[in-house]
Structures are given as C-alpha cells and as structure tokens.
C-alpha cells in the first residue's frame, strides 16, 4: 500500500506564514494527483489545493493568491505553502494522493495520511 507523511504544521500569528510537507511512499508506479484537503474543527472536510503530476493546479477560492501548491514527482512529495495565514485557516490538513501501484495489476490507490494541525491565532 502507500504511506503518506506529513510535516510542517504548527501555530503561527495571522499573517504569518508555514510550509507544509507530504512524502508518499510504497509500492507506487505513478501518482496521478496529490492534494491537500482541511477540516476545522465541527466542520467537513474541504479541499485546499491539489496537483496533478503535469503541474496543473486547483484552489480552492479562500486561499487563491495565499497558497501555492508545488510537487517533486522525483521524490513523491507535495508542498502546501502558506502565506498571510488567517484565523479560519486553522484545522487540521491533510494530505492526499492518488495513482497506480507496481504490484500485479496496477491496481489504483487512494491514499490519505494522518493530518497535520495548523492553528492561526495570535
């Protein structure tokens, strides 16, 4: 299976900024998309950004012109960074790829790793 491991969250000031991290590791033949999705606390789960392994990018409209997405297909990573962080930025982020495993069959794989918090507050 695949193994997803973030890193990067933690408290900062609004308007401050964090750099999130996510490895994915396994048995993978390709990874098609890798996002980032977040849930506040009391509320659903809602995506961030996402990438797909050409380099197009999704956002979702509360965080446009505030976070970038990037990816290193070489090393299976995705990067979430975070820029004029808000208050209602805080919740708990999670990472999120999806692609095709090496093992027979290439069956598809849906991945999601443990989540990381950031919480926004001065």
């Known amino acids: 299976q695949v193994q997803l491991v973030e890193s990067g969250g933690g408290l900062v000031q609004p308007g401050g900024s964090l750099r999130l991290s996510c490895s994915a590791s396994?048995?993978?033949?390709?990874?098609?998309?890798m996002g980032w999705y977040r849930q506040a606390l009391g509320k659903q789960r809602e995506l961030v950004a996402t990438?797909?392994?050409?380099?197009?990018?999704n956002y979702a409209d509360s965080v446009k012109g505030r976070f970038t997405i990037s990816r290193d297909n070489a090393k299976n990573t995705v990067y979430l960074q975070m820029n004029s962080l808000k208050p209602e930025d805080t919740a708990v982020y999670y990472c999120?790829?999806?692609?095709?495993?090496?093992?027979?069959?290439?069956?598809?794989?849906?991945?999601w790793g443990q989540g990381t918090q950031v919480t926004v507050s001065s």
């Open positions: 999120n790829a999806n692609g095709v495993l090496r093992t027979a069959g290439n069956p598809g794989f849906d991945s």
């Open positions: 396994g048995s993978i033949f390709s990874i098609y998309t």
């Open positions: 990438v797909t392994s050409g380099g197009y990018t």
